[in-house]
Every structure is written in structure tokens, then in C-alpha cells.
């Protein structure tokens, strides 16, 4: 069963740098039928997708954030990074890691999410 | 950018009652329309791919349809665990967008 999982800090300061890990388990990164994603939640709010990374580290980012934003893949450690950066308290959100299906580009898999708060 | 206009945002409904979201499409998006289901502190599920293929293990009482810029999703008989917040998500082409939500209670 793929499992998926975020880690990293849950409070950042305004103006740096937001670092969040997706671990996948149980699935390879590497596989071309996938894309990994990230999309957020601001609290209370609805879904915004950050970006997506395919395997071959093509990347696709959502244009209110491509300035600030970069998603890699550590195809060693199966992984999945995002940065953000120069946070602002509008990047406060429950980030979630999920899998992209190529097929049809939907969200089949998703982590659990992790909570950034940005605040001094 | 496709932007993706749900309605309503929010229903009121009982058990066994059916619920009728609608989403659209600010242009085309052929079939290519996703359904997800988000239960509160949970990550969203997805229950509909292609707008109308209902996604393995979730119950046929669901079902979508639609295609070019409406879309529908339909829930059958309510049962109440399927009180919750539903997303449509354009797939057809990057940036991926996602509706605003429809949250469906008691």
C-alpha cells in the first residue's frame, strides 16, 4: 500500500524559507505513471495546488507562487521537496504531499498534510 | 488559467436524501474533471476521475457526470459519513485548479 508522509518545521519566520519532505513508501518515485505533487490549505479555506514534479524532473508550478517556489525529487532516498520562499503569514496552511496520476491527472494518493504556521 | 466555479457552497441535507453539486469550468475541459471528498483535519479522497469513473472502493451511490464545462456530482441515498466538504479539480491541463468546495451537512 503506497503510503505518503510530510515532514519538516511547523513554524517559520516571515521572509525565509519554508522546507517540507514527502517520503513515499511502499511505491517508486521514479515510476513514469506518476507525477508527485503539493497543493495547500489555508486553514478554513479550500485547496490550492503549489506545483507538481514528474520523474524525469519536469516541474509545473501554479503562477501565483512559480516565483518563490521549487520542487525536486531525491530519487535515492524516495523523496520529494518543496521550498518556498520569502513566507509571508498568507503561506500559513496545511501543506499536503500527494501522488498524480499521468492518466488522468488526479490526486490519487495523498499524506496525511502538515500544518506551516509562519509567525515570528 | 481554467477557474473551476462551484455551486452551492454550501447544502443542507438529510440522511437518504440525494445531493446534486455542480461545478464549471471557466472553458473546455473535456472529461477531464476530478471529484474529491474531504472530511475535517483529513486529507481530501478521490472518488470520481474522468467525471464520471467512479474510483475503486468508493460506494456506488456516488456518481459524476458532465463533460466540456458542467459538471455534475451526485450522492444517492446520504449516509452519514458522507457529510463532509467536496472539491472538483480540473485535470486537463497544468496549473491544475480546484473548485472552491461545496460543504454538504446536517
Known amino acids: 500500500q503506497l503510503q505518503l508522509q510530510e515532514s519538516g518545521p511547523g513554524l517559520v519566520k516571515p521572509s525565509e524559507t519554508l522546507s517540507l519532505t514527502c517520503t513515499v513508501s511502499?511505491?517508486?518515485?521514479?515510476?513514469?505513471?506518476?507525477?508527485w505533487g503539493w497543493i495547500r490549505q489555508p486553514p478554513g479555506k479550500g485547496l490550492e495546488w503549489v506545483g507538481s514534479?514528474?520523474?524525469?524532473?519536469?516541474?509545473y508550478y501554479s503562477p501565483s507562487l512559480k516565483s518563490r517556489v521549487t520542487i525536486s525529487l531525491d530519487t535515492s532516498k524516495n523523496q520529494s521537496s518543496l521550498k518556498v520562499n520569502s513566507v509571508t503569514a498568507a503561506d500559513t496552511a496545511v501543506y499536503y504531499c500527494?501522488?498524480?496520476?499521468?492518466?488522468?491527472?488526479?490526486?490519487?494518493?495523498w499524506g496525511q498534510g502538515t500544518l506551516v504556521t509562519v509567525s515570528s | 488559467d481554467i477557474q473551476m466555479t462551484q455551486s452551492p457552497s454550501s447544502v443542507s441535507a438529510s440522511v437518504g436524501d440525494r445531493v446534486t453539486i455542480t461545478c464549471r469550468a471557466s472553458q473546455g475541459i473535456s472529461s477531464w474533471l476530478a471529484w474529491y471528498q474531504q472530511k475535517p483535519g483529513k486529507a481530501p479522497k478521490l472518488l470520481i476521475y474522468a467525471a464520471s469513473s467512479l474510483e475503486s472502493g468508493v460506494p456506488s451511490r456516488f456518481s459524476g457526470s458532465g463533460s466540456g464545462t458542467d459538471f455534475t456530482l451526485t450522492i444517492n441515498d446520504l449516509q452519514a459519513e458522507d457529510f463532509a466538504t467536496y472539491y472538483c479539480?480540473?485535470?486537463?491541463?497544468?496549473?491544475?485548479?480546484f473548485g472552491g468546495g461545496t460543504k454538504v451537512d446536517i
Open positions: 511502499g511505491g517508486s518515485i521514479s515510476s513514469s505513471s506518476y507525477y
Open positions: 479539480q480540473q485535470a486537463n491541463i497544468f496549473p491544475l485548479t
Open positions: 514534479i514528474y520523474y524525469n524532473g519536469n516541474t
Open positions: 500527494a501522488r498524480l496520476w499521468k492518466t488522468t491527472t488526479t490526486f490519487d494518493y
